[in-house]
C-alpha cells in the first residue's frame, strides 16, 4: 500500500497551465479508471476536483481536467488564477485499502 | 448543504484511546459509504479507513488494521472510529469525508468535515 508519486512542486504564470503527474503502478492507477484529485489551500479541508479520471463534479471550473495513461495519472490546470495557488493530491481505487498521492504544492507565478 | 461534523479528538498519552464521532447532515446518509483520512501536521493525505453504507463492507490501512474500529449508526447519521493503542506517529488532524457511492473505494470522497485533531504525547 504505498503512496502515489507526485513531483513536490509546480509552478505557472497567472494565466498559464501547470500539469501534475501523478505515478502508481499496475495494481491501482493502471488497473482500474478510478483517479481523483483533490485541492487544499492551507488550514482548510481538501476539495474534491476530479474523479474517474477525468470527470469534473459540479461547479468545478473546466480549467480543471485530468487524464491518465499507463500507471500514471495528470491534473492539468488551465488559465491559472491566484486562488489556484494549493496543495494537489491524486488518489487512486487499488482493490482494497486506499491510497493518495504524495502531493504537490502549486505556485502561481 | 452536506455537513459533517468531527469531534472527539484530544490529547492522550501513547498506548491509550480515544473515539471520535462524525455527525452527518443534509442527505440520505444510508445512502452513503463513509471514510475517515488523516494529516500529521506538515504532511500529506492518509486514508485511514472507510465503511460501506451497511456497514457490510470495512476497510484499514495496514498502520492502523487491529488498532482502529470504524463503525456507523444510520439512524442517528453518524460515524465513528475507535482509536486504541495510540503511538506518536498517529498524531494528526482527523478528517471525516463521504464517498459518492454506497461501497468505498471507487470514486474518491466528495464533501469532507473540518476535521478533529488527535495528538498522542506524553
Known amino acids: 500500500q504505498s503512496a502515489l508519486t507526485q513531483p513536490p512542486s509546480a509552478s505557472g504564470s497567472l494565466g498559464q497551465s501547470v500539469t501534475i503527474s501523478c505515478t502508481g503502478t499496475s495494481s491501482d492507477i493502471g488497473a482500474y479508471n478510478f483517479v481523483s484529485w483533490y485541492q487544499q489551500h492551507p488550514g482548510k479541508a481538501p476539495k474534491f476536483i476530479i474523479f474517474?479520471?477525468?470527470e469534473r463534479p459540479s461547479g468545478v471550473p473546466d480549467r480543471f481536467s485530468g487524464s491518465k495513461s499507463g500507471n500514471t495519472a495528470s491534473l492539468t490546470v488551465s488559465g491559472l488564477q491566484a486562488e489556484d495557488e494549493a496543495d494537489y493530491y491524486c488518489?487512486?481505487?487499488?482493490?482494497?485499502?486506499?491510497?493518495f498521492g504524495t502531493g504537490t504544492r502549486v505556485t502561481v507565478l | 448543504e452536506v455537513q459533517l461534523v468531527e469531534s472527539g479528538g484530544g490529547w492522550v498519552q501513547p498506548g491509550g484511546s480515544l473515539r471520535l464521532s462524525c455527525a452527518a447532515s443534509g442527505l440520505k446518509f444510508d445512502d452513503y459509504a463513509m471514510h475517515w483520512v488523516r494529516q500529521s501536521p506538515g504532511k500529506g493525505l492518509e486514508w485511514v479507513s472507510g465503511?460501506?453504507?451497511?456497514?457490510?463492507?470495512?476497510g484499514y490501512a495496514d498502520s492502523v488494521e487491529g488498532r482502529f474500529t470504524i463503525s456507523r449508526d444510520n439512524a442517528k447519521k453518524m460515524v465513528y472510529l475507535q482509536l486504541n493503542s495510540l503511538r506518536a506517529e498517529d498524531t494528526a488532524l482527523y478528517y471525516c469525508?463521504?464517498?459518492?457511492?454506497?461501497?468505498?473505494?471507487?470514486?474518491?470522497?466528495?464533501?469532507w468535515g473540518q476535521g478533529t485533531t488527535v495528538t498522542v504525547s506524553s
Open positions: 465503511i460501506s453504507w451497511n456497514s457490510g463492507m470495512k
Open positions: 474517474e479520471v477525468s
Open positions: 488518489s487512486s481505487y487499488a482493490g482494497g485499502p486506499y491510497v
Open positions: 469525508a463521504k464517498d459518492p457511492d454506497y461501497v468505498w473505494g471507487k470514486y474518491g470522497m466528495d464533501v
